[in-house]
């Protein structure tokens, strides 16, 4: 990991979908600024992550839940 903060976008596909990472930012003032403009332009469902731990989520913290519960449930069981 380079930098601190990481950006990732909800990208839908026909069997579930993933999160991309289009941006990694040393401040949190820029991913933040980032994902705004990002989800103001586009829609999109976004997430800025630290180490981790959602620190923003756009366009709220329930939409990102859904999506990562999605996921969940969709994605093959490993054992």
């Known amino acids: 990991m380079t930098h601190p903060f990481s950006l990732y976008i909800w990208q839908p596909e026909r069997r579930g979908g993933r999160w991309i990472e289009p941006l990694q930012a040393y ?16 829609h ?26 999605y996921i969940r449930s969709t994605a093959p069981n490993v054992t």
């Open 27 to 42: 401040t949190q003032e820029y991913a933040l600024y980032t994902a705004n403009l990002i989800h103001t332009n586009s």
């Open 44 to 69: 999109a469902v976004i997430k800025v992550v630290r180490y981790g731990i959602n620190i923003a989520c756009f366009p709220d913290e329930k939409t990102v839940e859904r999506v990562e519960k």
